[in-house]
């Protein structure tokens, strides 16, 4: 079964005037979304400046994030890092949290090879039981996963179920959804592509705009 199917949030991350986390208002966005419909909260995305967090903001922002939804809908943790070690830390620790899945990022700027991206998801994979989404995001990590290392995975990683595809390449999703028989759960990471994305057998949407 899918983490979720529809559109689900990428929530922004607020900040108090004296830059801290303002988990008031963190809690205020999680209960409009929720009340709006949301299908799903992405906590820690690219929208909520993961990479500008510290490793104890971002986990308390998992925490809180869990601790309020309190399983009214899916939350899906951004845990990616480009460090291996850093991405399993903070996947572990979301799971006890009790994130009901991850979103692993694709590992930015070192830009590895495909042999070191299945390398890399697959030591964070297995190291969690929950659902692992791949995220790829070429534009912004400097680095493409190809069809072909996604069905590597898909095919290999039990609990790698999904991608959240936002390189803008609609010829890329097709081949995706081809090598992977039309199983893998397909996100839209864009916007503007949702209709495409769906028209080619997607399930949803990780949304900025909503």
Do not use: W
């Amino acid at each position: 079964m899918a983490v979720f199917q529809g559109a689900g949030v990428a929530i922004v991350t607020p900040f108090t005037k004296t830059n801290e986390v303002d988990f008031n208002k963190l809690g205020e966005l999680i209960e409009y979304q929720i009340a709006a419909g949301t299908d799903s909260i992405i906590i820690c995305g690219t929208t909520g400046e993961a990479s500008t967090l510290t490793h104890e903001e971002h986990l308390e922002c998992i925490r809180y994030t869990v601790d309020k939804v309190a399983k009214r809908v899916p939350v899906i943790a951004g845990t990616g890092s480009n460090a291996t070690d850093t991405a399993i830390y903070l996947s572990q620790e979301a799971e006890s949290y009790g994130a009901d899945a991850l979103l692993l990022v694709t590992p930015y700027y070192n830009k590895a090879t495909q042999k070191g991206l299945i390398a890399h998801f697959t030591a964070v994979a297995n190291s969690v039981k929950i659902p692992i989404i791949l995220y790829n995001v070429p534009g912004r990590t400097g680095c493409n996963i190809t069809p072909q290392t996604v069905a590597t995975l898909y095919k290999n990683v039990d609990n790698i179920v999904g991608i959240k595809e936002a390189s803008g390449n609609i010829a890329q999703v097709a081949e995706i959804m081809q090598l992977t028989e039309g199983k893998i759960d397909l996100y839209s990471g864009c916007d503007e592509m949702v209709v495409p994305v769906l028209s080619l057998g997607g399930i949803g949407v990780i949304s900025v705009l909503s």
